[in-house]
């Protein structure tokens, strides 16, 4: 605050001024959020004791950094960190397998029933996972296919809609001139896709994928249903479990080191990313 | 064209088999499953009954249902009043040529990046704790007695408030796409003749922001029908009336409850039938009461 005055006097202080009421609003929410999240990283490095008589930022005992060992190691975040990755990582791998062709053809290619797939995607998009989860739990308990594959192509499906139609849009703003100049050169069109066309659509994939990430990273709803045990239990439903039976353990540094294990990952992404990631929320919506 | 035959199937067949494997098949079994007596999701559908809206009058008859129902709707309202207002607000002072507006937009949305879990985690664990959460704290400090946030009477809008917390900078980035769109020489036009700015406001940036105000109440209302996860970790283990939606109550006839054995997977079906018809109904709805001129500026 106080070093931003000292700019706002060099600078056009009337105009700042008119805008302080602005600047107060803003900063409050954000100072609350700076509070929140230091004090649990704070938390995060004490022992129980101390959380309890409000003393977290002294750190009178040191650093108990033990406690994110024990959170790793002993309450199995380390599991369910792997689970996590496994299932984001393969994931946004199926999701652009199916999708970056399928996208391809369809802004490309004049065919029958192209309209109807490009409609039926969007129609896609808004059906909400309550309306696929019953019959797919019915059919895959049927046919004894387990929980991490399960939960896997439902990420990898119920994300192709998004991910086809955003890249659609792409691949439609691309010169078709590349492709007939690879085809006069005799190239296939296959590999046209896969050597010219897919490195130039880049951008987009990178963008998608970083959402799909996010998206499988954060989902809760069906890895509570597929996936809660605790061998295939990812950060969400797994971290669920820990505050679950804190009653029993009281281990509370345990606790806050787990909360900040399983909310590191993605906010170290957002901090390099988030220029990239909030174009792309918006990107999306039209007016 | 017909060279390109077998890249077109090859490339579209893997798009058609997810629409109709994941999406047309299982929404089909559930419009059905609606109308049979279905004890556990994963019997055989010989063990099916049909019972017509049977399903849909004894869903509607539910305590749990009604009381799911109504949380929804408040949530609707009063959390849509607060999230569309608080990121509005944000959205016209990040716009205001404030400093900083790379960095104050990146820190509000934050929380929609994060892990929902460990986010609720920390407002159930720190903020709203009795012994050592902030908020008494801040109430302590002003000389006011601490207030249990999580007893019953008070736990639907400590969870609401939490939610509300995390989902305004969403709703920001869409407002700001949209102000961020309106020509500068209207505002610039209406200063050189004398409108303030709360004018400035009402006649220029909300009317031609009619547009994306459609669109975030339809974003809101969808995301308030599938509303799960707060209402889960605010009641981890059984759904009390005063937290549950009706994706909880879904979930405990599908997958029961603590106390509760009693399943019913034909309920389930049906309340995920109606949680569809809403959300079609939103869109219909909100569709036609905002016209959407296609204002071009």
């Not at chain 2, 720190?126 to 959460?133: A, R």
């Not at chain 2, 505002?187 to 303030?196: C, L, P, R, V």
């Amino acid at each position: 605050m106080a070093k931003e005055k000292v700019i706002k006097e060099r600078i056009n202080w009337r105009k700042e001024m008119s805008l302080l009421p602005g600047y107060l609003i803003v900063i409050v929410w954000i100072l609350f959020s700076v509070a929140f999240v230091s004090w649990i990283i704070a938390a995060s490095l004490s022992t129980s004791r101390e959380i309890f008589s409000g003393n977290v930022f002294k750190f009178e005992t040191g650093f108990h950094i033990e406690n994110y060992v024990n959170a790793w190691q002993a309450q199995n975040v380390s599991k369910f960190f792997a689970n996590s990755l496994m299932y984001a990582i393969i994931g946004c791998f199926g999701i652009l397998v199916i999708s970056a062709p399928g996208a391809y053809v369809l802004s490309r290619f004049e065919f029958i029933g192209n309209k109807i797939m490009k409609s039926g995607l969007v129609v896609a998009m808004s059906v909400p996972a309550i309306m696929i989860i019953m019959p797919i739990f019915a059919l895959t308990t049927k046919w004894g296919i387990g929980g991490r594959m399960v939960l896997i192509l439902l990420y990898i499906f119920l994300n192709v809609p998004y991910t086809t139609v955003y890249l659609l849009n792409f691949f439609a703003t691309l010169s078709t001139a590349y492709e007939e100049a690879a085809a006069i050169d005799g190239c296939p069109p296959a590999k046209t896709f896969l050597q010219i066309m897919l490195p130039l659509i880049q951008p987009a994939i990178i963008t998608v994928t970083i959402f799909n990430f996010l998206a499988i990273w954060n989902e809760f709803f069906m890895a509570l249903i597929f996936a809660s045990s605790e061998d295939m239990a990812p950060v969400g439903v797994g971290l669920m479990q820990i505050v679950n039976s804190m009653k029993y353990t009281g281990n509370y540094g345990g606790l806050f080191a787990a909360v900040v294990i399983v909310f590191l990952p993605t906010f170290l992404l957002y901090i390099f990313l988030s220029e990239k990631i909030i174009a792309g929320v918006t990107g999306g919506v039209k007016g | 064209m017909k060279k390109n035959k077998g890249l077109i199937i090859g490339f579209s067949l893997p798009i058609v088999i997810t629409l109709c494997v994941m999406y047309i098949y299982p929404v089909m079994r559930t419009l059905l499953m609606s109308f049979f007596q279905i004890e556990s999701v994963t019997g055989d559908t010989s063990t099916w009954t049909f019972c017509g809206l049977g399903n849909y009058a004894n869903v509607f008859a539910s305590a749990g249902f009604k009381a799911a129902m109504w949380n929804m709707f408040k949530i609707w309202l009063v959390g849509g009043i607060l999230t569309l207002s608080l990121a509005l607000l944000f959205a016209v002072i990040l716009c205001s040529g404030i400093r900083f507006k790379k960095f104050f937009r990146a820190a509000i949305y934050l929380p929609n990046v994060v892990s929902a879990v460990a986010l609720a985690t920390m407002w159930i664990q720190y903020v709203y704790n009795n012994d050592y959460g902030m908020l008494n704290k801040m109430l302590e400090m002003v000389g006011l007695e601490g207030v249990k946030w999580l007893s019953s009477d008070m736990k639907f809008w400590a969870m609401l408030f939490a939610f509300v917390f995390g989902a305004v900078g969403y709703y920001m980035l869409i407002f700001i796409s949209g102000i961020e769109r309106i020509p500068v020489d209207l505002y610039e036009a209406a200063t050189i003749d004398g409108a303030n700015k709360i004018a400035q406001f009402t006649k220029i940036t909300l009317p031609l922001l009619r547009g994306i105000i459609k669109t975030n109440i339809t974003f809101w209302s969808v995301n308030t029908t599938t509303f799960f996860l707060w209402s889960k970790m605010f009641s981890p283990i059984d759904s009390e009336a005063s937290t549950i939606v009706p994706v909880v109550y879904l979930y405990n006839q599908i997958f029961g409850s603590k106390g509760s054995y009693t399943r019913d997977a034909g309920a389930g079906a049906a309340v995920g039938i109606l949680l569809a018809l809403i959300i079609l109904v939103v869109y219909f709805v909100v569709n036609k009461i905002i016209k959407d001129d296609e204002l071009e500026f």
